[in-house]
């Protein structure tokens, strides 16, 4: 079955400290990652995305993500965090059970970033 | 800069109405998607769209319909509300591709079943 796993519900760093949020996988095929970010009282932002090509990839307010096919892994990070990036973040992969458009998301992980 | 609107951002509503709500994109893109997001199990598909009058059932159809009748414009509908449809509604849209395009998300809706 395809399957996205955040295994920790919450990560806690002290601003300017790098983060890592955690990200695994189980899908057939070749998959397309993605992060999405939720402020507070708004909807979900896209951030980042791997689809084929380096496995490091860049997206926006300084984060980026490694995707690692061996351990089946796409982790978020950010070298130097912020108040500000404290939010929900989910992974999403791509359903390649179907042929639409579907990704499926995982449960989310909630950053707290303390001054 | 694409714009998803969704027609509210809360809703009350009682036991057994039947409940619409809308969703609008304004950068022509062919999917459109509806998901539900509880704490704990992230966001779930309800249904999605990939063309006008198209649709196809999501994860967690059960107790909802939805309509497309215009591009722009994707709705979901609640036949006969209940408690356990309260949760927060968001709506999302993307260029048609095999998944490899972000999906663009509205504000969200919170609805609460009395």
């Known amino acids: 079955a395809q399957s996205v796993a955040q295994p920790e519900d919450q990560v806690n760093v002290a601003e300017g400290n790098p983060l890592t949020v955690k990200c695994t996988y189980s899908?057939?095929?070749?998959?397309?990652l993605f992060w999405y970010v939720q402020y507070p009282n708004r909807g979900l932002q896209f951030l980042l995305k791997?689809?084929?090509?380096?496995?490091l990839v860049k997206g926006s307010y300084g984060f980026e993500a490694e995707f690692n096919k061996s351990q089946t892994s796409f982790h978020l990070k950010k070298p130097s965090a912020l108040v500000s990036d404290s939010a929900l973040y989910f992974c999403?992969?791509?359903?390649?059970?179907?042929?639409?458009?579907?990704?499926?998301f995982g449960s989310g992980t909630r950053l707290s970033i303390r001054p | 800069d694409v714009k998803v609107t969704q027609s509210s951002r809360y809703l009350v509503k009682r036991t057994g109405e039947k409940v619409f709500l809308e969703c609008v994109q304004d950068?022509?893109?062919?999917?459109m998607f509806w998901y539900r997001q509880d704490p704990g199990l992230g966001l779930r598909l309800i249904y999605f769209?990939?063309?006008?009058?198209?649709?196809e059932k999501g994860d967690i159809p059960e107790g909802y319909s939805v309509s497309r009748e215009k591009k722009e414009r994707f709705s979901l509908i609640l036949e006969s509300a209940s408690t356990n449809q309260t949760s927060m509604y968001l709506c999302?849209?993307?260029?048609?591709?095999?998944?490899?395009?972000?999906?663009?998300f509205g504000p969200g809706t919170r609805l609460t079943v009395t």
């Open positions: 999302a849209s993307s260029l048609y591709g095999g998944a490899s395009y972000e999906q663009y």
């Open positions: 899908v057939s095929g070749n998959p397309y």
């Open positions: 791997y689809i084929t090509g380096d496995n």
């Open positions: 999403a992969v791509r359903d390649t059970s179907s042929s639409a458009s579907k990704i499926i």
């Open positions: 950068m022509d893109h062919e999917n």
């Open positions: 769209s990939y063309d006008v009058k198209m649709k």
